[in-house]
């Protein structure tokens, strides 16, 4: 079953919307999340580290003030899209790790965003 | 150059055929390195795990050079199933930090 809950899965809204997901390890306790986003054909593209009570690790090009990152707890992490914009529309995905170097990341089953 | 790099493909095969993917990976100090299995319009799924030693798993066998910084993934006895994109993931040097291939799409037939 599925280990790292995203919610929600897809999300229609109009440009100005402030979008938020959250993610949820089910049954570990996850001191690190990640964020990806996804476009069409792509690869996904990290764009940011999520640690449990301490800020975001935001990667080269993602803006800090646009993608608020909020890890409160051991098995939730939140991204809230702030003013999205049409560009913004894209599969944003969240993976989880146990507590371990080098295991494998589980990932939630992505939020669609489609901003008109 | 990117850091992971995959053939794109498609690789379109016949149900039962053996097919193998190939990935490069950039960054020599990279510790850990996966193949995921990505469906349409969906999250991505560890496929396995590749170890130094090659590893298999039925009908899915990931070998992994460092010297040549090359990972491969051998697919036996295709499956209609097995259509998706494959995922070569390799793990960073610092961190659990993953870098994505852009990965290459299988489409079995019947």
């Known amino acids: 079953g599925a280990v790292v809950s995203q919610h929600p899965s897809w999300v229609i809204c109009k440009s100005g919307t402030s979008v938020k997901i959250e993610c949820r390890s089910l049954?570990?306790?996850?001191?690190?999340m990640f964020w990806y986003r996804q476009f069409p054909k792509q690869s996904l593209m990290l764009m940011a580290t999520s640690n449990e009570g301490s800020k975001a690790t935001y990667e080269q090009g993602v803006e800090k003030d646009k993608f608020l990152i909020n890890h409160a707890s051991l098995t939730l992490s939140t991204l809230t899209v702030t003013s999205a914009h049409p560009e913004d529309s894209s599969f944003y995905i969240c993976s989880a790790i146990r507590d371990s170097q080098n295991q494998p990341q589980h990932f939630g089953d992505g939020t669609r965003l489609s901003i008109l | 150059r990117k850091e992971v790099e995959q053939d794109p493909g498609p690789f379109n095969v016949p149900e039962g055929a053996t097919v193998a993917f190939n990935c490069t990976y950039s960054n020599s100090a990279s510790q850990s390195f996966f193949w995921y299995r990505q469906d349409c319009r969906k999250e991505p799924k560890l496929l396995m795990s590749?170890?130094?030693s090659g590893n298999e798993d039925g009908r899915f066998t990931a070998q992994l050079n460092r010297a040549s910084q090359y990972i491969s993934l051998l697919i036996r006895d295709s499956k209609l199933s097995d259509s998706a994109t494959y995922l070569c993931?390799?793990?960073?040097?610092?961190?659990?930090?993953?870098?994505f291939g852009a990965g290459t799409i299988l489409r079995v037939k019947s």
């Open positions: 590749v170890y130094s």
């Open positions: 993931v390799v793990n960073g040097e610092y961190g659990n930090k993953l870098v």
């Open positions: 049954d570990f306790q996850a001191t690190t």
